[in-house]
């Protein structure tokens, strides 16, 4: 069945790279996706990758698809406080199927 | 300002009580949902409507009706809610051609924090 895995915690130094890493099960998505959710609020569009890609950036935002591997990434570079919330991706078959989000931390 | 508005941001309720959760668009969107978000658990797809008619339901429980009386407005009626279903839950519309959002990306709004006594 469709399942997108990631997990639930990442902790960061501010200044540094974040790495969000996710696994999805549908090899048939056209597009797969990071959405992010700030404290108190819904969930937006950060950015998205065609299937037929291996990169996009983005500007501090890198996103990287392994296709053989179902693997999707999400690099932030010289994450600040502001980077904070919780990234979901989500891949796009007939409907979008979310994973549980990975909650960023990032500390001074 | 997301152009997904939902109300009431929070509601705590008994399980014999009946409650109703309200989402409204103002994007022009023909489909909304309805998701449900538990801590460390997938964002679970509940209910879409595509051109105000129901084309997903998810296994959801029957004391969880949804109501699409136009393409602008979602509605989520609750009654003899469980604890285990106290949660955030979040509407979302899209633009979509048939059947399939048309870029793939949903507007959210901000949820409702329902909490079961």
């Known amino acids: 069945g469709e399942d997108v895995e990631q997990s639930l915690f990442l902790s960061v130094r501010e200044g540094d790279s974040s790495v969000i890493n996710c696994t999805y099960t549908?090899?048939?998505?056209?597009?797969l996706y990071w959405y992010k959710q700030e404290p108190g609020a819904g969930l937006q569009l950060l950015t998205y990758i065609f299937s037929n890609m291996d990169m996009k950036q983005d500007q501090r935002l890198t996103v990287l698809l392994n296709k053989k591997d179902k693997h999707l990434s999400l690099r932030i570079a010289d994450t600040q406080t502001g980077d904070s919330a919780i990234y979901f991706c989500?891949?796009?078959?007939?409907?979008?199927?979310f994973g549980t989000g990975t909650r960023l931390q990032v500390f001074p | 300002e997301t152009g997904v508005t939902q109300t009431p941001r929070h509601l705590v309720m008994g399980m014999t009580n009946k409650k109703s959760l309200k989402c409204e668009q103002h994007?022009?969107?023909?489909?909304m949902y309805w998701y449900k978000q538990s801590a460390k658990k997938p964002l679970e797809l509940m209910f879409v409507y595509n051109f105000k008619e129901q084309t997903e339901n998810n296994s959801v429980p029957s004391r969880f009706s949804p109501e699409c009386p136009n393409s602008s407005h979602l509605f989520l009626h609750l009654h003899t809610l469980q604890p285990e279903d106290s949660a955030l839950y979040l509407c979302a519309s899209s633009l979509v051609s048939s059947g399939t959002p048309v870029t793939g990306e949903l507007f959210f709004g901000e949820g409702s924090r329902l909490t079961v006594l």
């Open positions: 989500a891949e796009n078959t007939d409907k979008l199927i």
């Open positions: 549908d090899s048939s998505s056209t597009y």
């Open positions: 994007l022009g969107h023909n489909a």
